[in-house]
């Protein structure tokens, strides 16, 4: 099956830092992925849509500003938190799909503590 | 707009019992639905399908579940938990548009 990984797998930064998080997919191209946060027992909540070679679409709530997300290629999209606070430590979890699918593969996850 | 109800956020079995976890869904048109599984610092694994096929999908790990259009629901069942069962499970839906995500279901497996 199709292969998504993440990098890192966890990572702490000191507020006010910016962090970026890695989404590849490794066995196959995405021209779409996306991004979710997950806080503790909750469910997966949608940040963005990103497209390969356009700008990112936000759901709404969502700091554009704060959360910058790039997907360069057809395999590689990044997430970046700006000016790291507590409040935005969270799972960060990505997802690839396959053009012309309905099929999502996720990766495994980013734990970020902001302290 | 779709959504996603799941019946229940823990549910504690026997192992061996019968796993039964439910999902309604709301959707204005026909849906693709899933059940995903995540197990603790991880991230989603695909349990099974449905894509207007067959309405009794059967998926990984033993799991299947059953899309029942009149009752808008895709329950997922398991005939015998297992030990390694205990997870997060997360029904979702689409289309149209994204992927969208019940609010999950814990389940415990008691020896």
């Known amino acids: 099956g199709a292969v998504v990984s993440q990098h890192p797998s966890w990572v702490i930064c000191k507020s006010g830092t910016s962090v970026k998080i890695e989404c590849r997919s490794l066995?196959?191209?995405?021209?779409?992925m996306f991004w979710y946060r997950q806080f503790p027992k909750q469910s997966l909540m949608l940040m963005a849509t990103s497209n390969e070679g356009s700008k990112a679409t936000y759901e709404q709530g969502v700091e554009k500003d704060k959360f910058l997300i790039n997907h360069a290629s057809l395999t590689l999209s990044t997430l970046t938190v700006t000016s790291a606070h507590p409040e935005d430590s969270s799972f960060y979890i990505c997802?690839?799909?396959?053009?012309?699918?309905?099929?999502?593969?996720f990766g495994p996850g980013t734990r970020l503590t902001v302290t | 707009a779709q959504s996603v109800t799941q019946l229940g956020s823990h549910v504690s079995v026997s192992e061996g019992a019968l796993v039964l976890l439910r999902c309604n869904y709301s959707s204005s048109v026909p849906p693709y639905l899933f059940w995903y599984v995540q197990y603790p610092n991880q991230g989603l694994q695909l349990l099974l399908k449905?894509?207007?096929?067959?309405?009794l999908v059967k998926g990984i790990n033993g799991f299947e579940a059953e899309f029942k259009k009149s009752e808008t629901s895709f329950h997922l069942t398991k005939p015998s938990a297992h030990m390694s069962d205990a997870a997060e499970y997360f029904c979702?839906?689409?289309?149209?548009?994204?992927?969208?995500f019940g609010g999950g279901t814990r389940v415990l497996v008691k020896p």
């Open positions: 066995d196959f191209q995405a021209t779409t």
């Open positions: 449905y894509t207007s096929a067959a309405t």
């Open positions: 997802s690839a799909r396959i053009p012309v699918s309905y099929e999502q593969y």
């Open positions: 979702a839906v689409r289309p149209p548009g994204k992927l969208t």
